[in-house]
């Protein structure tokens, strides 16, 4: 639920507020999609920048939790991963309709079959805290799974992703 109104949110806000800056510029933007399918990406540079975007968050959702906020922190992760998602999707219908939900899932694949497994252990845990326990089995299935995200983002992603936009444009 908590997903859903910050996907909610997300939507609201781009539409309303920050609609000029979505439609005007970024990702969505066909210069910035040509610019894509014409770069080399560098999978070690990419995957440094990757570990510091995909770690550093998690380990700040891990802390906070810790510090017994652990069902502020589930929360605050649902809602900002909707907020994300619904402006995102906002930025893809307005500027290249049903082909930028497309682009968009193009973006989060194979990652995500990663990523998302993993927080939903996590917010999960911290929900049912203490109810529920938190173990090494626990710990390395979410390691393991953040690692095969990074890895598939860095190595497989950036060949779907430019595919798509070849395919789309």
């Not at 933007?29 to 014409?38: A, D, P, S």
């Not at 070690?44 to 998690?58: G, N, Q, S």
């Not at 900002?80 to 309709?97: E, P």
């Not at 968009?104 to 079959?113: E, L, N, R, S």
């Amino acid at each position: 639920m908590l997903y859903l109104i910050g996907f909610g949110m997300g939507i609201l806000y781009a539409n309303f507020i920050a609609k000029n800056y979505v439609t005007m510029t970024g990702i969505f933007h066909e210069y910035f999609l040509n610019q894509y399918t014409q770069v080399k990406i560098i999978n070690e540079d990419y995957l440094w920048y990757l570990l510091r975007w995909r770690v550093m968050p998690l380990a700040l959702a891990v802390c906070v939790a810790n510090l017994g906020f652990r069902r502020l922190t589930a929360a605050g992760i649902l809602l900002w991963t909707g907020f994300a998602a619904g402006i995102l999707s906002v930025a893809a219908v307005l500027r290249m309709g049903l082909c930028g939900m497309l682009l968009c899932i193009a973006g989060i694949f194979p990652q995500y079959i990663f990523y998302v497994p993993a927080y939903l252990l996590l917010i999960r845990y911290y929900y049912r805290y203490p109810q529920s326990e938190w173990n090494g089995t626990k710990t390395g299935f979410t390691v393991m799974m953040i690692v095969a995200g990074i890895l598939s983002e860095v190595y497989l992603n950036p060949g779907i992703v430019r595919w798509f936009v070849k395919v789309l444009i």
